[in-house]
């Protein structure tokens, strides 16, 4: 398990997860960014389990935009992650 919370918050149909909600040792900063215009810029994080890793797999905004401050920090995840609520 990556993540667990009953804190999240749904943005377009994804979960962010609380920063404190994350294990840490999972997570591997990125040097990717994307633009959404209206969340601001994210930043992402490559996952690694059992010496795999899935590049750019978790996203989070650290500085978003005013219309997404709710998410500040959130981490949400794609590429094959499997979220369960």
Avoid at 16 to 28: M, V, W
Avoid at 60 to 70: I, L, S
């Amino acid at each position: 398990m990556l993540a667990e919370s009953n804190q999240c918050v749904e943005v377009e149909g994804n979960q962010y997860f609380p920063p404190d909600a994350i294990k840490q040792e999972h997570f591997k900063p990125s040097a990717t960014h994307t633009i959404c215009p209206w969340k601001g810029t994210a930043s992402y994080y490559d996952v690694e389990v059992s010496g795999k890793r899935n590049q750019d797999a978790a996203w989070f905004y650290p500085e978003p935009k005013p219309a997404a401050k709710q998410i500040k920090g959130y981490v949400a995840f794609w590429k094959g992650v499997k979220v369960e609520k």
